[in-house]
């Protein structure tokens, strides 16, 4: 948790640190800029998936009959926000590549900044299911609230929100509409600009990853 915002956590790491500041800066090029997010997404999927509950089994090694351990309880999502949270999710896929992967697509209108929706696909059985929400950016918060409400129309209760780099209106975004949804970034920055661009951020996620701008 971080002091004023209780729904956040701040995976903090050297490893992720040294990341973060190869990842904003302006001159690093598209093909790193994936790799980073990558990286830092399966660094921050370790920390998110931290509690998953374990059960007992018993297996025979070569040597002998022993007692391990394997994750229980419900199966995990994937839901990337497009375009974006696209970018993470091969290397969260990477520590469990049996996870399942949804997708919401929404796009944040330059001029309103409010959120647009035009693709929303997630496996069946909602309610059993443990949801990771991929985007590497929460700005004003506008494009993770509405799609943690439409993973809740569909019948989702459990849901974690995983991003890069928050800004403070984003986290509290979404402690006001989902206070019920723990948010995990890599870093929580000062905020946003007239434009709604998080400071000192990295720009747009979408256009450094997809080679757009
Ligand atoms: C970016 C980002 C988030 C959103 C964050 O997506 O990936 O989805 O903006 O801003 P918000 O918190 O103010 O809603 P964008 O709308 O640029 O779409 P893209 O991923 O297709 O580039
Ligand atoms: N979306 C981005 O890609 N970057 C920002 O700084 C804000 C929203």
């Avoid at 070569?62 to 999502?77: D, F, M, N, Y």
């Avoid at 091969?90 to 049996?98: A, E, I, N, T």
Wanted: aromatic share 6%; hydrophobic share 40%; with cysteine.
């Amino acid at each position: 948790m971080s002091g004023a915002h209780p729904n956040l956590t701040v995976v903090d790491h050297p490893l992720i640190r040294h990341k973060l500041s190869y990842l904003r800066a302006r001159t690093t090029p598209k093909k790193e800029f994936k790799e980073l997010v990558d990286e830092i997404a399966m660094l921050m999927a370790f920390e998110a998936t931290r509690d998953l509950p374990t059960e007992e089994v018993e297996i025979t090694t070569p040597i002998e009959t022993t007692t391990a351990h394997r994750i229980r309880g419900k199966k995990l999502v994937l839901v990337p926000i497009l375009r974006a949270g696209l970018g993470m999710v091969d290397g969260v896929l990477s520590l469990m590549p049996g996870a399942r992967v949804g997708h919401v697509g929404l796009y944040r209108d330059e001029d309103t900044l409010q959120p647009v929706e035009y693709y929303f696909k997630i496996p069946p059985g909602a309610a059993d299911r443990d949801f990771l929400l991929l985007d590497p950016m929460l700005a004003t918060g506008g494009s993770a609230s509405a799609a943690v409400d439409g993973l809740k129309r569909r019948g989702a209760t459990s849901i974690r929100f995983l991003c890069l780099v928050a800004a403070p209106e984003g986290v509290e975004r979404m402690r006001r509409d989902h206070p019920d949804v723990p948010v995990l970034a890599a870093a929580l920055d000062r905020g946003l600009d007239e434009n709604g661009y998080i400071m000192p951020g990295l720009g747009d996620a979408g256009d450094r990853l997809f080679g757009t701008r």
